[in-house]
């Protein structure tokens, strides 16, 4: 069926690509609208419905009309002049308040983008006084918009608004400072706005500069880019529309993620098919370029899909996850990648056909065999010392692994310490409990659906005054129809930090259910119990997800290698490589800089990419030793021709995964991802794809095949030796 696939789009290339170009493109322009409509960024939607949290998140929406994607901008309005604020002053401030809650904030659009493209998050905030600080230093104001915070739009509306508050407050002798996610988000965006144009440049730079020092030619540079944007295009559109269609919400980061893991494995695919055209059109100039560009798409089409599948299969297995982030990352994943699947085995078989030679003008390199270089060379040293090599591979994972001792999770949301959101923040904490600008909140309801009296919760309002951690207890507040009430807790610790959690989901959670009146059910809410409940949801997941991603790929890689040792010496390889990647990160932030620990989707994130992208050079690489050992000769000399044609293919494809991870770094709260999987891409494809599985390959021969070992062809005889070759001209970087 590959092959079928792979001959079909040599045979009608542009036919194929015109195809493309037109899907590509058309749903490159829809993609963000779409993906705007089924993204969301409150972390307790994601929780399944039985957390304590997510219940109150249902309280809050039925019965107080908080919107689902509802957001908090807490402003602070203080003298220009630091003097306390007067009875006057306050006035002042409430009045013009009022008057900004009348006032319609409308989105600001770019005059080139199609409005029919771009939801409208025009809208008049909803403005209450919040509190006033006890030395009335400065005074609080809640404001609440809606939309997602990641969305461009959204932070649009907020930076209008803000710009507005601002100066009409400067008006009246007041300053003005603004915190809350939304703040930060936007905040965030602006002080790295230049990093992030900056990073996708040097990525981009870096893919082009890689492919130019590799084959010389212009448009085998630029050809894999082009394509992979194409096709990357196409599988936005198509995993929003699904999403769409099957009624999934996706993380706010998906989008972004998807759009780094297509760049990544879509340049790697075109890469193993260039550099094997490449080989083939020298082994063989007489052979036209469309029926070369069959050939080696059928041959190369194999190991793709494989290595494709097995990145489907990996993801697939988060839809058994609890946490919706993961569930809905898991699909989402998976569609992209077959998307680009399907444009590997299409698109890029077909532009190795249309183009043919003309892909590696102007250089010459057809018209020679290189000399042996690094990678020739680095083959004939795994043969001759595959023992010592295997040691020294296995010694430094096993070092970095073992940074995992003491490992702790950390479910903050990184923000950004030098933006003035994170500045207005800690000016509050000064005067006020932590968590006065996010309260933990306490929701409670009458079991037989009657109605609440707000006397009946001063029992309930003392026990949770008298809880070690808790600021400040809010009045109750009684909902419109009375069948509800909630009470909000300003905790003396950060909402974010692991106190908060500890005190959310112990203390207050224990206090509520002892306290609640009779007749009454209570559920605590806020981000600390949300974070909270994330965590147990996470710590369930990774047991269940883990054994069975590894399954998946364990099964997929014997019925590719049709062996039983191969697979389990690759699954013993790249779980040795996950284990020092987050041994390195643990070592690098937790215990190196001094975080809380590492982000709490890390592990699982790191165990997909890392084992499921690694395995993609490892399947690479033993599928060119299968192939070489049914050749004459011995294994290791095998080992050593495999190694010297598939290294500079994995090491070229290796890097340009690497610098597209690390393109994250840009975003903030993104450090430990960018660093963790671009130091696990580095250490699959050059350690562990280069030196362990080849060493391992070379020790164990043959039978590492069994038990359909591959037998050697019969050398030729000496009536029908093999033509020269042409005589090799020097290639240092042993990339032939």
């Not at 493309?20 to 609208?33: F, Q, R």
């Not at 394509?227 to 990357?232: H, K, M, P, S």
């Not at 044609?645 to 690497?658: D, I, N, Q, S």
């Amino acid at each position: 069926m590959i092959r079928a696939l792979t001959g079909f789009a040599t045979r009608h290339a542009w036919k194929v690509i015109a195809l493309w170009a037109v899907l590509g493109m058309g749903l490159a322009v829809l993609g963000p609208a779409l993906m705007s409509r089924v993204t969301q960024s409150q972390s307790g939607d994601f929780l399944p419905r039985s957390y304590d949290s997510a219940a109150a998140l249902r309280i809050a929406e039925e019965h107080f009309g908080v919107k689902p994607d509802a957001t908090t901008v807490t402003v602070l309005v203080a003298r220009t002049d630091g003097k306390a604020l007067g009875a006057a002053d306050q006035q002042r401030i409430e009045a013009e308040a009022a008057k900004l809650a009348t006032h319609r904030v409308t989105m600001p659009r770019r005059e080139d983008e199609p409005e029919f493209l771009v939801p409208d998050h025009s809208q008049t905030p909803r403005i209450a006084p919040a509190t006033v600080a006890p030395d009335r230093t400065f005074e609080l104001l809640s404001v609440e918009l809606t939309g997602n915070a990641s969305e461009a739009g959204v932070q649009g509306v907020f930076r209008v608004f803000r710009d507005d508050a601002r100066a009409r407050f400067a008006d009246l002798g007041m300053r003005t400072g603004f915190t809350g996610s939304l703040a930060q988000v936007a905040d965030s965006a602006d002080a790295n706005r230049t990093a992030a144009t900056i990073g996708s440049a040097l990525v981009t730079g870096l893919i082009v500069l890689l492919n130019v020092l590799v084959f010389r030619s212009v448009l085998a540079a630029v050809l894999p880019l082009l394509a992979v944007a194409v096709i990357g295009g196409a599988a936005t559109g198509a995993v929003a529309g699904a999403a769409s269609l099957a009624g999934l919400k996706l993380d706010a980061g998906t989008p972004g993620l998807i759009s780094v893991v297509l760049l990544g494995i879509g340049v790697d695919y075109l890469l193993f098919l260039l550099f094997r055209f490449r080989e083939q059109l020298r082994a063989r100039p007489e052979q036209p370029a469309r029926e070369a560009a069959a050939e080696v798409s059928g041959r190369v089409g194999t190991a793709i899909t494989s290595a494709a599948l097995t990145i489907v299969a990996a993801f697939a297995t988060l839809g058994v996850a609890t946490f919706g982030q993961f569930r809905s990352l898991g699909p989402a994943i998976a569609v992209a990648v077959l998307v680009m699947l399907l444009g590997s085995l299409t698109l890029m078989p077909a532009l190795l056909a249309a183009c043919g030679r003309k892909i590696f003008w102007p250089s010459r390199s057809l018209r020679r065999v290189p000399r042996p270089g690094l990678a020739a060379r680095l083959g004939d040293l795994v043969a001759r010392r595959p023992l010592a090599l295997l040691l020294a591979s296995v010694a430094l994972l096993g070092a970095l692994a073992a940074g995992t001792a003491g490992l702790r999770m950390n479910y903050s949301q990184a923000d950004d310490t030098r933006t003035p959101a994170t500045a207005t923040a800690a000016e509050i904490s000064r005067a006020l409990p932590a968590g006065v600008s996010d309260p933990t909140t306490v929701y409670l309801v009458a079991k037989d659906g009657g109605t609440l009296d707000a006397g009946r919760f001063d029992g309930l309002a003392h026990a949770l005054t008298g809880v070690e951690g808790v600021g400040q207890v809010g009045r109750t507040v009684l909902a419109g129809d009375h069948r509800a009430a909630r009470i909000d807790l300003y905790l003396n610790a950060d909402p974010q930090s692991q106190r908060a959690r500890d005190l959310a989901s112990g203390p207050v959670r224990a206090a509520v259910a002892a306290h609640a009146p009779n007749g009454t059910t209570g559920h605590v809410g806020g981000t600390a119990a949300i974070f909270a409940d994330v965590s147990t949801a996470v710590d369930h997941d990774l047991t269940v997800v883990f054994p069975v991603a590894a399954a998946l790929i364990a099964l997929i890689l014997l019925l590719l290698l049709r062996s039983l040792l191969a697979p389990v010496a690759l699954m013993l390889a790249v779980g040795l490589g996950f284990a020092a990647t987050l041994g390195a990160a643990t070592l690098l932030f937790q215990h190196g800089l001094g975080e809380p620990g590492v982000a709490f989707t890390l592990p699982l994130v790191l165990f997909l990419f890392v084992v499921a992208l690694g395995t993609d050079y490892n399947i690479l690489i033993t599928d060119r030793i299968r192939e070489e050992m049914h050749r004459p000769g011995t294994a290791r000399a095998a080992v050593a021709r495999a190694v010297r044609h598939t290294a500079p293919a994995v090491a070229t494809a290796g890097l340009v995964l690497a610098g597209s991870f690390a393109s994250l770094a840009t975003t903030p709260g993104s450090e430990q991802i960018a660093f963790s999987l671009t130091l696990g891409i580095l250490l699959s494809a050059v350690v562990l794809s280069l030196v362990t599985v080849p060493a391992a390959a070379a020790l164990l021969g043959r039978s590492l095949w069994w038990p359909l070992r591959p037998v050697p062809a019969e050398a030729p005889s000496a009536d029908r030796a093999p033509v020269a070759a042409p005589r090799p001209a020097p290639d240092h970087l042993g990339v032939g």
